[in-house]
């Protein structure tokens, strides 16, 4: 059973950074693409930033972009989502995901292309 445990949200001023943590487990963490992901209250979820499993590639939304990095460290099965120059519109619940297929080299944006989510973190950014 894969268990993800997201960390580190929290309450920001805007230009505030935060970075959050994902600790994965049960499987074989380092062949999974891994994504972020936020969902703010009334909205669905949308798509914040993917990392490929092998080289470090990774896509960012357009709304992120410049402003957030995804990175990984699979030695430690853990994905990360710095988040800097923060804005009000940033804030909601993130999760990060495991995509369903290992070693999948095309970086998905679709929540339904991963099927193992945590818990969620929330960060608020204040005006």
């Known amino acids: 059973q894969v268990q993800l445990v997201e960390s580190g949200g929290g309450l920001v001023q805007a230009g505030g950074s935060l970075r959050l943590s994902c600790v994965a487990s049960g499987r074989t963490f380092g062949t999974y693409a891994m994504g972020w992901f936020r969902q703010a209250p009334g909205n669905e979820r949308e798509f914040v930033a993917v990392?490929?499993?092998?080289?470090?590639?990774?896509a960012y939304a357009d709304s992120v972009k410049g402003r957030f990095t995804i990175s990984r460290d699979n030695m430690k099965n853990t994905v990360y989502l710095q988040m800097n120059s923060l804005k009000p519109e940033d804030t909601a619940v993130y999760y990060c995901?495991?995509?369903?297929?290992?070693?999948?080299?095309?970086?998905?944006?679709?929540?339904?292309?991963?099927?193992?989510w945590g818990q969620g973190t929330q960060v608020t950014v204040s005006s």
């Open positions: 995901a495991e995509d369903r297929a290992q070693g999948q080299r095309v970086l998905r944006a679709r929540p339904v292309d991963y099927d193992y």
């Open positions: 990392i490929s499993w092998s080289n470090g590639a990774a």
